[in-house]
């Protein structure tokens, strides 16, 4: 009777989805307090409904249900129970209830942290999200059902999650990814409750600012944890790979960083209301199109799930419905009186601008590459492939540009700046990011002009932002220290996420550069020298794990005749499923990493072995946290502090 519960409950949930979609919208039209009143009772008992119906879910993998279609399609009783509770979410059907379980997670959130913002902006707020909530529920019920029995015949064993899922890495991503996706529903629907009642001034950034940073928090850690998660657990010992799937999740990601820059300047200056606006709908239609095109099957990836095209027209449908309305919305209600304006070429809203249609070009060039061999082989076209070199030729050089000019527009002036103070505050930066970052490149593996234009371009990031950090604690005070204690969180966010994309600089750059990869053929005893390292193939044997077997080699690594560490890569072959897999064995370095993969038998004792030496490689994701802890550290700013005692009734 579990997933009978189970099924009942989100069969509630959407009842009282469809309530919240309603009610509070039709009572803040007509000024009605009694029904925007009753918005935050309907989220919290959605919440409670879809959380009772997650729970069921769980039960049933934890309890090898395989009467249950999903649970047999994604589990076997040799699954260890951490991957049990992570196959909940391992396929179609439970990662769109995870959807609909963290889009009312979020809407409990709005609802709690809600109490000094008018009645009728909630009420408008949590109606869009109630909305978004009845489509997909709609989708899981109708088409997507994961309580389906498989009565009256059903397996007494399941089949298997898949090995590529069997990770920690992939416990936390979609968890994490989907924290981030599902968050930007919020900017979205604070975006078309502006546009339904007419506020759009500065308050309103102000409220949706901190709501987009946490989001962009987690959109910054899912996507860096499946980059971590394809580099060590694909075997292919890379960290990005311009899948399709991988680029479903960076759109949003760009688009939400232009956003949250837009927001920044809508609440100092009170520019850019329209555009910040248009921004917010943006950030969540393109989430929506990643879910589209990971679930329709229109994409083959590693990522993507296999699903029925009934779906994808259902997708499809959806998302044209909540695109098409809100950018109509927009189009008859967006600002039309023009904002404050009055700045110069040489302000920080210029680069601002600047900053936004670089990110727009980056996600419009992404888009492109994504969806072209979709439309051509619509067109009749033929099957056209999109590789890394379209998206390098076009992404690198405008990336560059926007590290380049992202440190000057963080400290200039809003309104205006003088040339001349800024020419004397540049020139020193400038003189020594290019001296050192040219004489990197012979200190370290030899000369590379890739490696020195990274360097460069990462050490004008790093001289510039922490000069202006001495700039203003000494401007603020007279005792630099008290000075430091004086700055904003806010503005030490803004310190922190640019270092950190200094450091992803780095690391892109150099392990891009200087990584080393050989394919060799390998005996007991035999041993190779890769990048001044020397591998030694001491053993293989059988290793057992607790749903599978494999064949585990001992690697020896030295250097200068310096034991550096002994790796364990292994050939693994799952027995529920049959299915072998390749597992890395990675020895992790500050400084650099030393990879290797175990390939194929050959004749004899001989084996297939991969091996990489990658330097810097682990300097992606050090950035890649900076730059999350730096949003985490803005949102400390005490002007986004909740003062539940002074709620404003509108």
Known sequence: MIAEYGHFALILALALALMQAIIPQIGAFAGNRLWMSTVRPLVAAQTLFVLISFGCLIFLFLNDDFSVRYVAENSNTLLPDRYKISAVWGAHEGSLLLWVFILALWSSAVSIFSANLPAHLVARVLAVMGFISVGFYFFLLFTSNPFDRSLPFFPSEGA???????????????????????????????????????????????????????????????????????????????????????????????????????????????????????????????????????????????????????????????LVIVIGGSLLLFALKGPTKNAPSGFSDLSKEMFILINNLLLMSLTVVILLGTLYPLIADVLGWGKISVGPPYFNLFFVPLT???????????????????????????????????????????????????????????????????????????????????????????????VVAHIGVAICIIGVGLTSTYSVQRDIRMEPGDQVNVAGYQFKFVAIGPFKGPNYIADQAEIAVTRDDSAVAVLYPQKRRYLASGQTMTEASIDSGIFRDLYVALGEPLKGEAWALRVYVKPFVIWIWLGSAFIALGALIALLDRRYRINRRKAVHA
Not at 237 to 266: K, R
Not at 435 to 443: D, K, Q, S, V
Request: charged residues 10%.
């Open 400 to 494: 560059l540009l926007l590290a380049i000019l992202m440190p000057i527009g963080s400290v200039l002036r809003w309104k205006r700046s003088t040339t001349v103070s800024v020419r004397h505050y540049f020139n020193g930066p400038l003189v020594c990011s290019i001296f050192l970052g040219g004489l990197f490149p012979f200190f370290y593996e030899g000369y590379e002009p890739i490696a020195a234009v990274t360097v460069m371009v990462a050490l004008w990031i790093i001289f510039i932002t922490l000069r202006d950090v001495w700039r203003k604690s000494a401007q603020t005070s007279r005792s630099v220290l008290h000075g430091l204690i004086r700055l904003n969180a806010s503005y030490y966010g803004m």
């Open 160 to 318: 298997d999650l898949n090995p590529l899922l069997q990770d920690v890495g992939l416990i936390f991503h979609p968890p994490m990814l989907y924290m981030g996706y599902v968050g930007l529903s919020v900017a979205f629907s604070f975006s078309i409750a502006a546009l339904l009642s007419g506020d759009t001034d500065s308050a309103w950034a102000r409220w949706v600012r901190p709501w987009t940073l946490v989001s962009w928090i987690f959109l910054t850690l899912g996507i860096s944890l499946g980059s971590w998660w394809a580099y060590y657990e694909l075997g292919w010992g890379g960290w990005w790979f311009w899948d399709p799937v991988e680029n479903a999740s960076f759109m949003p990601w760009l688009v939400c960083t232009a956003l949250i820059h837009s927001l920044s300047a809508t609440e100092k200056r009170g520019v850019f209301r329209s555009w910040t606006l248009l921004l917010a709908i943006i950030a969540f239609s393109l989430s929506l199109l990643g879910t589209f095109l990971v679930r329709s099957g229109v994409l083959t990836s590693v990522h993507a799930f296999a699903s029925d095209p009934t779906r994808g027209v259902f997708i499809l449908t959806f």
